[in-house]
């Protein structure tokens, strides 16, 4: 049977590490980093992941910022906000909540946000440097998949990987990221032929398409190592629901070699990985070298 990867405690650790050196900034440096998250609508969902954020963001000893606006706020309103964001020094990191209501041009939006305080890492600079390979704030949950990929593999060199799903937030970054670590790297999607064989090639599989059970025991690698970043919520006979992933867990279980379950895997190092961009960020501008928290113990 597949080891369990356990990333709601990895991410413990990691917030544990990014709280020591948050007090030792505040301590040496009078640095204190400062997260602002930007919430517009009523959407649960985003409500609950704000509200963890911001929970999790005083908990290591940042100062936390929210703005929550109504549905109906206007684009030029918004960009407002964020520039105003972009000019505040007690502001490192800036996330705007996605996604945004349909009357708002969400690139624009993202693309107000200063390179240098993306903390979602989603300005087209922070993705043009991540793919050419300097250094950039890198989106969090594909840096929460290569820390947990790290800590189970050790080096990655010359591994053959494949993603399943091309996105901007996770499939996209996720290749880069693995191609910087010299995997070789294949990217399958909804188009992809004969996806199950694709599948089989990888000795890191990740998944992020949102389809329950796309992946099962036969479309795995023995002893692989699956990154499940699927969330998807089936219903329930009492009226609630369910969260499972990409892939069968207890059927890929008796193939692969390690697995991330749904929920309690990628997840929990999502926001974990928001802080220790928004701390990377901090200490960026004020000219310090950021610490090195991807192989942090």
Not at 100 to 117: C, G, Y
Request: hydrophobic share 45%; net charge positive.
């Amino acid at each position: 049977m597949a080891h369990i990867i356990d990333g709601k405690a990895r991410a413990a650790r990691l917030r544990a590490h990014i709280g020591a050196t948050v007090a030792e900034l505040k301590e040496s440096r009078d640095l204190e980093p400062g997260l602002a998250v930007v919430l517009v609508g009523e959407d649960p969902a985003s409500q609950v992941y704000v509200r963890n954020k911001a929970r999790q963001a005083r908990e290591v000893g940042m100062r936390s910022f929210e703005h929550r606006h109504p549905t109906g706020i206007g684009q030029a309103e918004l960009l407002a906000l964020v520039a105003s964001l972009n000019r505040d020094p007690a502001v490192h990191g800036i996330l705007v909540q996605l996604p945004l209501p349909a009357h708002i041009a969400s690139h624009e939006v993202i693309t107000a946000i200063d390179p240098a305080k993306d903390v979602d890492g989603f300005h087209p600079i922070n993705v043009g440097r991540l793919s050419i390979g300097l250094d950039a704030l890198v989106p969090c949950t594909p840096l929460g998949c290569l820390i947990l990929l790290r800590e189970q593999l050790g080096t990655l060199a010359g591994r053959e990987a494949v993603v399943v799903g091309r996105s901007n937030i996770v499939g996209k970054p996720m290749a880069a990221l693995l191609l910087r670590e010299s995997c070789t790297v294949t990217v399958a999607h909804s188009r992809t032929r004969d996806l199950g064989a694709v599948c089989r090639r990888a000795e890191i599989l990740i998944t992020a398409v949102g389809h329950p059970g796309l992946v099962g025991r036969n479309e795995i690698r023995p002893g692989a190592t699956v990154i499940d970043v699927g969330m998807n919520r089936l219903p329930r006979p009492d009226g609630g629901y369910r969260l499972v992933g990409d892939v069968d867990l207890a059927a890929a279980s008796q193939v692969a070699a390690a697995i991330t379950p749904v929920p309690g895997g990628v997840g929990p190092m999502t926001i974990a990985c928001l802080l220790a961009n928004t701390l990377t960020a901090a200490c960026r501008q004020r000219g310090l070298t950021p610490p090195e928290l991807a192989g942090a113990a």
